[in-house]
């Protein structure tokens, strides 16, 4: 099992920055991934980034410019900064952990996940 605790959401306004944090713990195996994804009211559930244990990034096409993942594997923890915050981006952010090698896009890859933090952006 894997745990994930997600923070840094809240309030932003447009044009504004946000930091997510992650921080996973338990059977933390490697090589693994790391991804954000977030739902909007009345949406599907869609990736916004995710890194491997390796460092290797993948992006969803909304956020490509505009936000950037990282992670410190010796800390276990994940992190997403969040630039030109636009209204469009408000949703639950979720964290999530899977035992793949490489950062997918692929919703099933990812089989531990986080409560998720909201991030609202408005003036």
């Known amino acids: 099992q894997v745990q994930l605790v997600e923070s840094g959401g809240g309030l932003a306004q447009p044009g504004g920055s946000l930091r997510l944090s992650c921080a996973a713990s338990g059977n933390i195996f490697t090589p693994n991934a790391m991804g954000w994804y977030r739902q909007a009211p009345g949406k599907q559930r869609e990736l916004v980034a995710a890194i491997s244990s390796g460092g290797s990034r993948v992006y969803g096409d909304d956020v490509t410019g505009r936000f950037t993942v990282s992670r410190d594997n010796a800390n276990n923890s994940m992190y997403l900064q969040m630039n030109s915050l636009e209204p469009e981006d408000t949703a639950v952010y979720y964290c999530?952990?899977?035992?793949?090698?490489?950062?997918?896009?692929?919703?099933?890859?990812?089989?531990?996940w986080g409560q998720g933090t909201q991030v609202t952006v408005s003036s």
């Open positions: 999530c952990f899977g035992r793949v090698l490489h950062p997918t896009p692929v919703y099933g890859a990812y089989i531990f």
